[in-house]
T-cell receptor
Framework: EAGVTQFPSHSVIEKGQTVTLRCDPI?????LYWYRRVMGKEIKFLLH????????ESGMPNNRFLAERTGGTYSTLKVQPAELEDSGVYFC?????????????FGPGTRLTVT | AQKITQTQPGMFVQEKEAVTLDCTYD???????LFWYKQPSSGEMIFLIY??????QNATEGRYSLNFQKARKSANLVISASQLGDSAMYFC?????????????FGTGTRLTVIP
């Protein structure tokens, strides 16, 4: 079974540019999560999809971030326009079920550097 | 306020020795889950072990065990018989039930280095 995959693995862009990150969850997982880790800080939740619907987007930092999950399969996270403080590692995770006991399976992350 | 605190930015352990990675948490929920993840240099986050707040016994998974002290709100990870492949970042995380959210709260991580 393929794990969670993310593309690209690294992205270096200039301030003001646009970047789109992609996440492919484990097949059949309805729940998809985006997290971000800024250097030296904790990993922070951004948002949660159930199928194609946004269940919780309380962690999205501002309206420069747009997440979509068309058809309830893969998801994209667009940052437009990117700012320096957006640099970090963006993780995607998926799970088959929700609830306290069900672990989330994480992808390898996309390292975003905004210069 | 920080929900998960990992006070050890880095730890060293001799190969074949045991090591404890500290984690304390803060929640007012009665029902919650605690997780440990490992992040090797390759970047992926690997789930290691889970402890539910109502579980009376400490969770164990192979060489990993979770020292759960509910009254102290601590959930330390114990790795026995350390191996070179255990060198990685380790993250403690929590999910609360009563808030209804499904996201995980993470600590800042501990970088473990196993010395041959």
């Amino acid at each position: 079974e393929a794990g969670v995959t993310q593309f690209p693995s690294h992205s270096v862009i200039e301030k003001g540019q646009t970047v789109t990150l992609r996440c492919d969850p484990i097949s059949g997982h309805d729940n998809l999560y985006w997290y971000r880790r800024v250097m030296g800080k904790e990993i922070k939740f951004l948002l949660h999809f159930v199928k194609e619907s946004k269940q919780d987007e309380s962690g999205m930092p501002n309206n420069r971030f747009l997440a979509e999950r068309t058809g309830g399969t893969y998801s994209t996270l667009k940052v437009q326009p990117a700012e320096l403080e957006d640099s970090g590692v963006y993780f995607c995770a998926s799970s088959s079920l929700t609830g306290v006991v069900y672990e989330q399976y994480f992808g390898p992350g996309t390292r975003l550097t905004v210069t | 306020a920080q929900k998960i605190t990992q006070t050890q930015p880095g730890m060293f352990v001799q190969e074949k020795e045991a090591v404890t990675l500290d984690c304390t948490y803060d929640t007012s929920d009665q029902s919650y889950g605690l997780f440990w993840y490992k992040q090797p240099s390759s970047g992926e986050m690997i789930f290691l072990i889970y402890q539910g707040s109502y579980d009376e016994q400490n969770a164990t998974e192979g060489r990993y065990s979770l020292n759960f002290q509910k009254a102290r709100k601590s959930a330390n990870l114990v790795i026995s018989a350390s191996q070179l492949g255990d060198s990685a970042m380790y993250f403690c995380a929590m999910r609360e039930v009563q808030t209804g959210a499904n996201n995980l709260f993470f600590g800042t991580g501990t970088r473990l280095t196993v010395i041959p």
